[in-house]
Structure formats: C-alpha cells, structure tokens
C-alpha cells in the first residue's frame, strides 16, 4: 500500500494515457461489482482535474430524468447544473457512476464524443448491466473507449502488501529463469498462498491488510458478504426467481465441479436432471456478470486454437480465487505444499485463470484421455505451449511427458510450488510468478545457472 493510504492498480496506465491524448471517446471502466472501479476513477480525477464532478446515477436516481429529452452536452451540462445547484461548463470533468442504470446516458456518450467541445466525461458500470442486449440497439459503439477493471493479481497484491522489492526480485528470476535465495523463494510462496485465501477483491485486501498480513486472523465474513451482495444483485437484471435460483445453482456448483477428478462442467452436477438446455443461459449469465471464467476444451492442440475449441467442454472458475476458498471452507493451512486437501489442485489453477485472463482473451485446455491432460495451452504466437499446475513440489507429470513424447513441442511450462529452474525444454516456474508469465512468454534463449 502507499504511504496515502492507496492501492496500486495497473489499470491506471491506461487510464492516464486516455487522458494525455485527449481523445473525444468518453472512457468507460466496466467491471464486475466490488472490483474496485469506483475508487480508482475517484482518485484518478482528484488527482487530474481542478474541477469534476460525481454523479451515482444509482443513488441518484432523480438525476436519470436529465438525459430523458434533448441528449445535447450542452443541454446536459445546462440541466444537470440547475439541478445541482452549481456551473457545469466544458471544463468540468464529468464522473458518471453506476451508468448501467440509465441507457439514455449510455447512449448520451455519442453526442459528446461526436461534439466540437473536448469534454472529459469518465464513466463506470458493472459488466452486467452494460452488456445486456437491451442496450444493444443503443450502445454507441466505436464512441467510447472501453477497458476492464478485474480484481487485484498477485503483482497488485504484492505491491499493496508493500513487497515491492520482492515484486522485483520475482521479475528478474523470471527473465533470467534462475532460482531465487530458498528464504526469498518461500516467503513468496507463503504470500501467494496467502492471496489463494484472500484473492484480489479490494475489500479482502484491506481486510488482510488490517490484520497486519496475519493470514489467520482474516475476517473471512468479507467474502460471505460479497457472495450474498453478488447473488442478490441478480434481482435487478433477471426476469424471475426460478432464472435467479438457476444462476444461483450454477454459481454455488463451481466447487463441487472443480473438486472431481475430472473438472468438465457437468449439468446433473448443478440439479440431478438437469441438461444443457436448462442452464445454458444461467452460465451465459455469470460470463457476462463477470462472476465466472470459462475455460474450453481443444479438440487438438492447433492453431489457431479457437478453431479447434469442444463447444460441450468446458470448465468454470470463479472471477476471484478467495471467492472459491471461501465457498470452499478452505483453510489457509490446507494449501501448504505438504498438505493433501480436496480443493488444492483447482484453487491453484482457479488463482492461475485468474491472472492470465486478464492479457487473454480466452484459456484453453486439452484432456483428449485419462493419460493425457494439459491444464493450459497457451500460444506464444510462435509456438503452442503446454501448461501444467501443481499445486504443491511434485515433479512426476505422466501426462506431460505423454504430451511431449506426442506433440514435440518447442517448450513446456510447469507451474508448482518449485524454485525457477530449467531441464531440456522444461521450464520451471513457482506459482509466485505467474504475474509475469501473464504479461509476457519465457525467454526461450535464457539458460538456468
């Protein structure tokens, strides 16, 4: 965290250069909910503009009336000061919140990207409401400048933990692929394990961080609350109750379905009769709320790989990965590498999904049989690359090797609790650092020293 009390936030880079470029899209941050939108964009005005205003067209509601008639800026600006009650001019930065609520604002953002005024209009809404079909017809596409808020990775959680050194120290083992000091190596490794339980919800960070870092003294009511604010928020946007008990089933199966031995998404694993037919929209529905993460089957490990994605096999991830050990009663205890727990394996790779979707816009994996699983399969743009996760230090990989002995690709990747390191085209990476891998590939010329 930084000496002001702030968390740092990657998405501020390209926040800031919307900004230097003047552009005349209005910018939208668009998130699941809790992400943390709301304080970043706060910040971000206080410390760009000398006049702004925020506007929570939610808690505001009143205010919804001014976009009803004429949607010209300046009709806007002149209606909206009278019933503030202050002068709003081109010169105002305008901050509207929770604009999910009031398709006539969305729509509004064309005309003040198309006027000859620069304004400076900054806008936040869920994922949900902002995605759904009723504002397709009035969406202004290619007039905004749209970018997602997810919650905090690893790096994030590292840089609000104050562990900027160690950050640094995790990059350049990673350019180098050379292991870290054995102390540095599992003081990482605690930390990360530590995020496992916490996850990147910013609320959970501060209530990490509020108990001094002390892993088990974290309040874990703060995802209960955020599960039960993230169900109830169904209310709004679906139609009837039994649509919001079939989310709900879905949403709270993901556990059950990552705990069996074969993680594919199983609908008579949400309701004993269930079929695809039943639950389709439901899991539709969590996509776009931003709640769940989608990985799909590949029929082969090809390129390109969405040409040779199984449509029926997937799997499902939770947005946050303190959400899943939550809902999975994990323990922080439970994910020690000596430890054996039920939910280990797809909480490492739950927290893995998470940091790479960020950069991707979709993952992949490949089971084609029972000797033959890859966890991910990444394309370098050169190369297709097998991806494995352990959660804990163990080295045997039967269907690695199968898939190598197959496939001969150029290299591999193994994500476990291990130092860095390098055999062959094996690369070894601790699950510390996959922060790094999300931004950029393994330096295939860099020899392990």
């Not at 199984?310 to 303190?322: A, P, Q, R």
Request: with cysteine; proline share 5%; net charge negative.
């Amino acid at each position: 965290m930084k000496e002001d009390g702030t968390m740092y936030r990657k998405l501020i880079h390209e926040i800031e250069a919307w900004e230097k470029a003047s552009t005349p899209e209005p910018l939208m941050v668009i998130g699941a909910r809790q992400v943390g939108k709301t304080w970043l964009l706060k910040e971000f005005c206080k410390s760009q503009y000398s006049d702004w205003l925020y506007i929570n067209l939610e808690e505001q509601s009143s205010i919804q009336s001014v976009f009803d008639g004429d949607l010209s800026p300046g009709t806007i600006l002149r209606n909206l000061s009278i019933l503030i009650g202050r002068k709003i001019t081109e010169n105002t930065a305008l901050f509207l919140d929770e604009i999910q609520v009031c398709e006539r604002a969305i729509t509004s953002l064309k005309y003040f990207c198309e006027a000859k005024e620069n304004y400076r209009v900054i806008t936040a809404g869920s994922l949900l409401g902002v995605k759904m079909n009723r504002f397709s017809s009035s969406f202004p596409v290619g007039k905004v400048h749209i970018c997602h808020l997810y919650p905090l990775d690893f790096e994030e959680f590292l840089l609000g933990c104050g562990e900027d050194l160690l950050r640094d120290s995790i990059q350049e083992a990673f350019v180098k692929i050379h292991p870290l000091p054995n102390a540095i190596h599992e003081k990482a490794l605690q930390l990360c394990y530590d995020y496992m339980i916490v996850g990147g919800m910013p609320q959970a960070v501060l209530g990490y961080l509020d108990k001094n870092k002390d892993i088990s003294s974290f309040p874990r009511d703060i995802h209960r609350n955020l599960i039960m604010a993230y169900l109830a928020d169904m209310t709004k946007y679906v139609s009837s109750p039994y649509e919001t008990e079939k989310i709900s089933q879905v949403y709270q199966s993901v556990p059950r379905q990552l705990a069996k031995e074969n993680p594919k998404f199983k609908y008579n694993l949400v309701r004993s009769t269930a079929n695809r037919r039943d639950f389709d929209a439901p899991i539709d529905w969590l996509k776009t709320a931003g709640m769940v993460l989608q990985i799909m089957a590949l029929e082969a490990p090809l390129t390109p790989l969405k040409g040779y994605v199984k449509e029926s096999s997937f799997k499902l991830y939770l947005s946050d990965v303190g959400l899943l050990s939550a809902l999975s009663d994990v323990r922080p205890r439970d994910l020690i590498p000596e430890q054996d727990n039920l939910y280990k394996g797809p909480i490492a790779e739950n927290y893995i999904a998470q940091q790479l979707i960020v950069q991707r816009d979709s993952l992949y994996y490949f089971k084609p049989s029972e000797s033959l699983e890859i966890d991910l399969i990444e394309d370098d743009g050169t190369h297709i690359v097998p991806v494995e996760i352990k959660a804990g230090r163990h080295k045997k990989s039967r269907s690695l090797q199968n898939y190598i002995e197959k496939y001969h690709p150029e290299y591999a990747i193994r994500i476990s609790a291990l130092n860095f390191g390098k055999a062959d085209r094996l690369f070894s990476i601790p699950l510390y650092s996959v922060f790094c891998l999300a931004s950029g590939h393994i330096p295939l010329t860099n020899e392990c020293t």
